[in-house]
């Protein structure tokens, strides 16, 4: 969440930012301009109320000391300290509403972040490679992998339900082949330290990320005793709250961390979009990156992680694009998101297939993750960036689509054949 100084100074600017990602600030605003007029007069108050009770304890003591009666100053200051303590409870009331109102706003987007309402408004930054070139129809990736015997999904609807897949011999095998040249390449060329954590998280790890409370409907809630525990969306959240409520060594900044975990997402209001195939499972698969940054390196540090993500592309030979998302179309928690969109031929279009944000102190705030500058005597809160890298279910769609042969079989891009142990998926003998 944001600074609820900054908030209170700006909130023409704030009013502002929340229009340009297409949101109705009204009622926020003037809800928090009330109630932060209503928390300052009881401040104010509460601080004349000490100051007349200074007063009456000083006038108490001289009374007291010429030996003249100080009843009647004695039963005011304790009507003072009563007056007092309601006006303070006022305000803690008050402070505690204006923070309710905080997790309704969302971050402030950088100034280099397009203004734009949909994803239409989205601004090309570049894209590496070239499409590949069929001399037949290239089918997308549910009929391949239904021919080849790959992709069951079938089978895990009667398992399940819909949303869900079952990869069998080879496609589990990419699968699984895919997460340990991720993580490979991320740990010995990129410098990050590899993180297994939990697939279930707690509340406060939720809010700590920004999940909790505005998202709640896109999650899987576990109950587990008197509390609810819930299903990771993405290992950002465990990976991100690992330092949560920790003051981090300033020397030690930027952490870089990777994690592959399962994600799972109800997808709440996404039915009747992406369908077919994989795309928008309720349960799939990510390799994440998580960086913990100062604030003045947070920016370069997005342009590595980016780069990071992207270089998995560039090694499986795959076609893509980074596209900037404009105001409208960026995460509520995010100041600056670029998306990787890698090209899939048997659906003729670019598909997300990561998102790597910059979310400033916005969740470390939340998450209470600070560190030490050094020379200075107090804590500032750290930035927190994240990316996937890659989502492992749309890097597999997109070598199915993009690697097809003529005969229905799938080439293994060269860096994954020590991986997989072959060169050439065909079709699964039944």
Request: charged letters at 30%; hydrophobic letters at 35%.
């Given at each position: 969440?944001?600074?609820?100084?900054?908030?209170?100074?700006?909130?023409?600017?704030?009013?502002?930012?929340?229009?340009?990602?297409?949101?109705?600030?009204?009622?926020?605003?003037?809800?928090?301009?009330?109630?932060?007029?209503?928390?300052?007069?009881?401040?104010?108050?509460?601080?004349?109320?000490?100051?007349?009770?200074?007063?009456?304890?000083?006038?108490?003591?001289?009374?007291?000391?010429?030996?003249?009666?100080?009843?009647?100053?004695?039963?005011?200051?304790?009507?003072?300290?009563?007056?007092?303590?309601?006006?303070?409870?006022?305000?803690?009331?008050?402070?505690?509403?204006?923070?309710?109102?905080?997790?309704?706003?969302?971050?402030?987007?950088?100034?280099?972040?397009?203004?734009?309402?949909?994803?239409?408004?989205?601004?090309?930054?570049?894209?590496?490679?070239?499409?590949?070139?069929?001399?037949?129809?290239?089918?997308?990736?549910?009929?391949?992998?239904?021919?080849?015997?790959?992709?069951?999904?079938?089978?895990?609807?009667?398992?399940?339900?819909?949303?869900?897949?079952?990869?069998?011999?080879?496609?589990?095998?990419?699968?699984r082949a895919l997460a340990n040249f991720?993580?490979?390449?991320?740990?010995?060329?990129?410098?990050?330290?590899?993180?297994?954590?939990?697939?279930?998280?707690?509340?406060?790890?939720?809010?700590?990320?920004?999940?909790?409370?505005?998202?709640?409907?896109?999650?899987?809630?576990?109950?587990?005793?008197?509390?609810?525990?819930?299903?990771?969306?993405?290992?950002?959240?465990?990976?991100?709250?690992?330092?949560?409520?920790?003051?981090?060594?300033?020397?030690?900044?930027?952490?870089?961390?990777?994690?592959?975990?399962?994600?799972?997402?109800?997808?709440?209001?996404?039915?009747?979009?992406?369908?077919?195939?994989?795309?928008?499972?309720?349960?799939?698969?990510?390799?994440?990156?998580?960086?913990?940054?100062?604030?003045?390196?947070?920016?370069?540090?997005?342009?590595?992680?980016?780069?990071?993500?992207?270089?998995?592309?560039?090694?499986?030979?795959?076609?893509?694009?980074?596209?900037?998302?404009?105001?409208?179309?960026?995460?509520?928690?995010?100041?600056?998101?670029?998306?990787?969109?890698?090209?899939?031929?048997?659906?003729?279009?670019?598909?997300?297939?990561?998102?790597?944000?910059?979310?400033?102190?916005?969740?470390?705030?939340?998450?209470?993750?600070?560190?030490k500058p050094e020379g200075k005597g107090?804590?500032?809160?750290?930035?927190?960036?994240?990316?996937?890298?890659?989502?492992?279910?749309?890097?597999?769609?997109?070598?199915?689509?993009?690697?097809?042969?003529?005969?229905?079989?799938?080439?293994?891009?060269?860096?994954?054949?020590?991986?997989?142990?072959?060169?050439?998926i065909t079709a699964r003998k039944p």
């Amino acid at each position: 969440m944001l600074d609820l100084s900054f908030v209170r100074d700006n909130l023409p600017l704030i009013e502002q930012e929340m229009r340009q990602r297409g949101l109705a600030p009204g009622d926020i605003i003037s809800r928090f301009g009330e109630l932060d007029a209503r928390r300052r007069k009881a401040i104010t108050e509460a601080e004349n109320l000490k100051a007349k009770r200074n007063r009456a304890s000083e006038q108490i003591a001289q009374l007291k000391k010429n030996k003249q009666d100080a009843t009647a100053l004695i039963e005011e200051t304790k009507t003072l300290r009563e007056q007092i303590q309601e006006q303070e409870k006022v305000a803690e009331q008050l402070d505690s509403e204006l923070r309710g109102l905080l997790v309704g706003i969302p971050n402030v987007p950088h100034a280099s972040v397009p203004v734009g309402r949909t994803e239409e408004d989205n601004k090309e930054v570049r894209r590496w490679g070239e499409p590949p070139k069929f001399d037949f129809t290239p089918k997308p990736h549910w009929e391949l992998g239904g021919a080849l015997g790959i992709l069951d999904l079938e089978r895990a609807a009667k398992l399940t339900g819909a949303r869900f897949a079952v990869y069998w011999d080879l496609g589990a095998k990419l699968e699984r082949a895919l997460a340990n040249f991720m993580l490979d390449l991320h740990t010995r060329e990129h410098g990050y330290t590899e993180v297994l954590p939990p697939y279930m998280v707690n509340a406060e790890s939720m809010y700590g990320t920004g999940q909790l409370p505005k998202f709640e409907a896109d999650l899987f809630k576990v109950p587990h005793g008197d509390k609810n525990l819930y299903l990771i969306p993405t290992a950002e959240v465990p990976v991100t709250n690992l330092y949560r409520d920790e003051v981090l060594d300033a020397a030690s900044l930027p952490i870089s961390l990777t994690a592959y975990t399962p994600c799972f997402r109800s997808e709440a209001g996404s039915y009747g979009k992406d369908v077919r195939g994989i795309i928008r499972q309720h349960q799939f698969q990510k390799v994440e990156l998580v960086k913990f940054a100062r604030p003045e390196q947070s920016y370069d540090e997005l342009e590595k992680l980016t780069h990071d993500a992207e270089t998995v592309l560039q090694r499986l030979g795959l076609h893509y694009r980074v596209m900037a998302l404009c105001t409208g179309d960026m995460g509520f928690s995010s100041a600056k998101t670029y998306d990787i969109e890698v090209w899939l031929p048997g659906q003729q279009l670019f598909r997300e297939i990561s998102s790597c944000s910059n979310f400033e102190a916005y969740q470390a705030r939340r998450a209470n993750i600070r560190y030490k500058p050094e020379g200075k005597g107090r804590t500032e809160f750290v930035h927190t960036l994240n990316g996937s890298g890659l989502a492992i279910g749309r890097t597999w769609v997109a070598i199915v689509e993009n690697c097809q042969q003529a005969d229905g079989g799938v080439v293994v891009p060269e860096v994954l054949r020590p991986y997989l142990g072959v060169e050439r998926i065909t079709a699964r003998k039944p």
